[in-house]
């Protein structure tokens, strides 16, 4: 089992690892002395995977004190590229905390959000076949009231997954279909709620107001609610994620990122930058349009796969 999610893994990291570890290898294998060239071309390789400013120049510095004796390496490529990996893994250490959802609470409630486009929707869908392939209650709380198209998404994936939905008429307002969702949770046995939310909003109502909206109507109707709440992410936006990361979690008190989206780019160095910058674990990654491609984030198994 583990072998098929290391493969199912690399295949999705493909363009990262050729856009970062392949053109690390072809710049030690034409420039095999250590020296400030090396590393220069390394950083800029590494930036333009997305891993980061800071945490790339704390690399680069590293890796210069590393190999500063000057001394002939007997293989550089595997010395960098060890070097590389053990850093990697120290950065995504804290990632590794609680890489997957802990169902303590019946109903569990989980709120979800990010901006329109990410694949919010999907993703959330996609958490719900695997809750209830995982023998999870589950019920779908169409929060995001300002696009009719959302409700209708949500309501395709509340079929196929053979969720329970609460929705209201398009434009009502949101925190009362969450509060509407948990009280039918509690009297359908749910073990799961999922909150969709809207991304966009077509009012002068700001964003981030309404969903600490929902949040305070969520905890009066549920004491010590939302047990998570989850920030979907497109990967593909390499630094803009890191950004929104840093808005929602100042808001909203994230538990958790969703990477959607992580086998269609080259950035997918944006783990590392957002494992370095915010003190949030990687809940999933999205690693293709499958109802079965949501996957448990793994940090071990995220270098193996990068570098393998």
Do not use: C
């Not at 120290?90 to 303590?104: G, H, N, Q, R, V």
Request: hydrophobic share 45%; aromatic share 4%.
């Amino acid at each position: 089992m583990l072998g098929k999610l290391i493969d199912k893994l690399k295949k999705g990291l493909t363009k990262t690892r050729e856009g970062m570890v392949q053109k690390i290898r072809e710049v030690i294998r034409r420039r095999p002395e250590i020296d400030e060239e090396t590393l220069e071309e390394i950083e800029e390789i590494l930036i333009e995977a997305d891993v980061g400013v800071e945490p790339t120049l704390r690399i680069i510095d590293q890796l210069r004190e590393r190999f500063e004796t000057g001394e002939p390496v007997e293989n550089p490529e595997t010395a960098i590229q060890e070097f590389l990996e053990k850093e990697i893994r120290k950065i995504l250490l804290p990632s590794d905390t609680a890489p997957s959802i802990a169902i303590t609470t019946k109903p569990h409630i989980i709120l979800v959000v990010g901006v329109n486009g990410v694949g919010k929707t999907t993703t959330i869908g996609k958490m719900a076949h695997k809750l209830s392939r995982e023998g999870k209650k589950v019920l779908f709380a169409a929060g995001d009231t300002f696009r009719a198209a959302a409700i209708d998404q949500l309501g395709i994936w509340a079929d196929r997954t053979g969720s329970d939905i609460v929705q209201h008429q398009p434009g009502a307002d949101a925190a009362s279909v969450a509060f509407d969702a948990i009280q039918a949770a509690r009297a359908r046995d749910i073990d799961v709620v999922l909150i969709d939310t809207a991304g966009r909003l077509h009012t002068k109502i700001n964003l981030m107001e309404e969903v600490k909206k929902i949040r305070r109507v969520v905890a009066k109707a549920m004491p010590g609610a939302p047990h998570e709440t989850l920030l979907v992410l497109d990967a593909t936006t390499g630094q803009n994620a890191v950004i929104q990361a840093k808005q929602f979690h100042s808001t909203v008190e994230l538990t958790g990122l969703v990477l959607a989206k992580l086998d269609g780019t080259a950035k997918g160095g944006v783990v590392i930058a957002i494992a370095d910058e915010l003190d949030l674990p990687v809940r999933y990654v999205g690693l293709g349009e499958g109802i079965e491609d949501l996957d448990d984030f793994d940090p071990e198994n995220f270098v193996r796969a990068l570098f393998d």
